[in-house]
């Protein structure tokens, strides 16, 4: 999903106010400026040579891609069902630890920064073992439970604000120069390949249902529930700790550290350490003084309210709404989201490079809002799995070019302040649409009663026509600062 946690990931690798400069480190012989360009094949040929950090960060990427999603795709269902929260308080819930996590990205870099990679990483991790443990033991507090919950959500949140920009900060000092940004690429597709693992062992984790059968053999899930799968999180958070603890040393992180990053102040010595607190912040909110800015990443709030409603609202769905069956592999059916955006991603972006991204956007958002329509027949698996495709496809055409056209837009030593206030739609999407959810939830899908899940998706799918029918009458004007 676009929430993948990839929130912003170019907002965390460019300086908001400074401009980053790259040393070597002493430790290796190469020098800046020996780096050439590389082909594809000898760019990944120097990266899956590449250091042992490197790895290590890939891998604490693949196993929080599991636990994760493993927890957040559950949630909504476990805080309404288990901890007796309600479907409202269980959307607000979600959406409050969903909108914190993008809140604490913003700080988690300077977190990250002030502790360095591997002291971020292993902090992170010990947090999120903390929150994830926490949460699988609310239903054995009586009375207290629904109060762990919350507490174990801002954990959560916490670790994953700190840990998301080390992960691309430690890609950024353990890779060559010239394989930095593909170095980036195989992160993000690792965490995708993390999350696409969680949605299958999830299900045999969580049901009874037969997963394998072969004759008269077969595999019958494990049954442990919800619960058991957030117990699984926890475990799975704590061994990756302890891997990193044992592998990832100071001496690991020292020797493979390709680069260091200094800041440098654009105009001299004291640079805006000059600047009065009223000064700075009138610098750090001057990029919605354009209005061509602001129009483009808040008219994008209605489609994103779609991606808001995968964890919010359509597991409910499929609960109430499907056979036992199918609920019982419901993680399956989520997890052809994140294995369509590792094919397809790359794919597009190389396939679409020199297509207007106005056009790219357009064309992407209309599929997501269109596809939404989908679900309006009623309950069907054919067309939920259509659904899921299709969507799948419209966000993997528009989500990888909405930052390319806001670094645009930005003037010269502004990216970073456009980059990072990029993502304040986001966040309101994620919040907001938590606030109204739970109470959709009951009103056409009641837990008893009679359910009308396609009036349900009929007003959500309207909704989100309002991207792609006003790109389609302000295009002439966002084309104005296309450079292609």
Not at 111 to 129: H, K, P, T
Not at 290 to 319: C, D, G, S
Not at 421 to 441: D, Q
Request: aromatic share 12%; charged share 15%.
């Amino acid at each position: 999903m676009s929430d993948n946690k990839q929130v912003d990931n170019e907002s965390k690798n460019e300086p908001s106010e400074a401009s980053a400069e790259l040393q070597v480190s002493d430790s290796n012989p190469s020098s800046a400026s020996e780096a050439e360009d590389l082909s594809l094949w000898e760019s990944l040929k120097v990266l899956f040579g590449a250091s042992k950090a490197f790895w290590l960060v890939n891998f604490v990427s693949f196993g929080d891609g599991i636990t994760y999603f493993g927890i957040l795709t559950l949630l909504t269902l476990f805080l309404g069902t288990d901890l007796g929260m309600g479907d409202k308080l269980a959307g607000l819930a979600v959406s409050t630890f969903t909108g914190l996590v993008t809140l604490f990205v913003f700080g988690g870099g300077y977190i990250s920064d002030w502790l360095g990679v591997r002291r971020a990483i292993l902090s992170a991790l010990l947090v999120a073992a903390l929150g994830r443990g926490l949460l699988a033991f609310c239903p054995d507090l009586p009375g207290l439970g629904v109060y762990a919950a919350w507490l174990a959500i801002v954990l959560m949140a916490v670790s994953s604000g700190v840990l998301e920009p080390a992960l691309y900060s430690g890609i950024k000092e353990f890779t060559d120069p010239r394989t930095a940004s593909i170095g980036y690429g195989i992160l993000y597709a690792i965490m995708n390949l993390g999350i696409v693992g969680a949605t299958f062992v999830s299900p045999c984790i969580r049901s009874q249902e037969v997963f394998l059968r072969l004759g008269s053999w077969q595999i019958n899930g494990l049954g442990w529930g919800i619960q058991g799968v957030f117990w699984a999180c926890a475990g799975i958070t704590l061994a990756i700790l302890g891997v990193c603890l044992v592998c990832f040393t100071k001496k690991v992180e020292d020797r493979d550290r390709y680069v260091h990053i200094e800041a440098k102040a654009e105009n001299g010595e004291a640079g805006d350490k000059k600047l009065g607190f009223k000064a700075r912040m009138k610098k750090m909110f001057s990029p919605f003084a354009n209005f061509r800015f602001v129009f483009f990443i808040f008219i994008l709030l209605p489609v994103r309210t779609l991606f808001a409603h995968q964890w919010l609202t359509m597991p409910t769905y499929v609960e109430r709404c499907f056979p036992p069956e199918v609920f019982a592999k419901f993680e399956w059916i989520g997890g052809l989201n994140p294995l369509i955006i590792v094919i397809f991603v790359p794919l597009v972006a190389a396939l679409t490079r020199k297509v207007k991204v106005i056009d790219m956007m357009l064309v992407g958002t209309t599929v997501s809002a269109l596809t939404t329509f989908i679900l309006v027949p009623g309950p069907n698996l054919t067309l939920l799995l259509t659904y899921v495709v299709l969507f799948s496809i419209g966000e993997a055409l528009w989500s990888s070019r909405f930052l390319e056209y806001v670094s645009g837009l930005a003037p010269a030593g502004q990216v970073g302040a456009y980059m990072g206030l990029a993502g304040l739609p986001w966040f309101l999407a994620k919040f907001t649409t938590g606030l109204y959810s739970g109470i959709m939830i009951e009103k056409f899908i009641p837990k008893d009663g009679v359910a009308n899940s396609e009036q349900l998706w009929l007003i959500y799918a309207v909704i989100a026509l309002i991207t792609p029918i006003s790109l389609l009458l302000a295009r002439k004007w966002l084309l104005q600062n296309e450079v292609h």
